[in-house]
Every structure is written in C-alpha cells, then in structure tokens.
C-alpha cells in the first residue's frame, strides 16, 4: 500500500495545470502533493456532486481545488480554479 493515496486529475484540472507557466505548474503540483500528503485536514466546504458524492475544497495560495478521496488509495482532483 502506498505511503498516501495516489493523485488523479480529471481532464479539465489536468488541462488547467498543463496551461500554466513552468514556476507555477511546479508549485501547484507541490500543493496537490501537499494535500495527498494530508487528505484528513479539514476543508474549507463541502459540496456535493451530481452523484451524491462528497466533494471537499480546500485553498492553496492562488488556488481553490475540489476533490474527493477514498481516503487510502485514491485522491481525486474534479475543479481547479485560480482565485
């Protein structure tokens, strides 16, 4: 089992993240990293997705990421927006 749950990124957050320049690619990948690293930290709000799944956001620095996780195997990054 791997030390933290694996990071995916849906298509629109990973097109978000190759759209950005170089230095702050490699920082939000630093805090996407940052957050598989501490899943159980509180979010900042919950949301709920057209599933009934629970959706989590939490912001780091120039960044409002919206995700969900099984907690043990996989975290999954739905919305990146800039704010």
């Not at 957050?13 to 690293?37: H, T």
Request: charged share 30%; net charge negative.
């Amino acid at each position: 089992m791997p030390d933290r749950p694996q990071l995916v990124l849906n298509e629109s957050s990973l097109n978000f993240v190759l759209q950005l320049s170089a230095g702050k690619r490699e920082r939000l990948i630093q805090c996407l990293k940052e957050l598989a690293n501490s899943t159980h930290q509180e979010p900042l709000g919950i949301e709920t997705d057209s599933t009934g799944r629970e959706l989590y956001v939490r912001i780091f620095s120039e960044w409002e990421v919206t995700y969900w996780s099984d907690w043990e195997n996989e975290l999954r990054i739905v919305r990146i927006q800039r704010i």
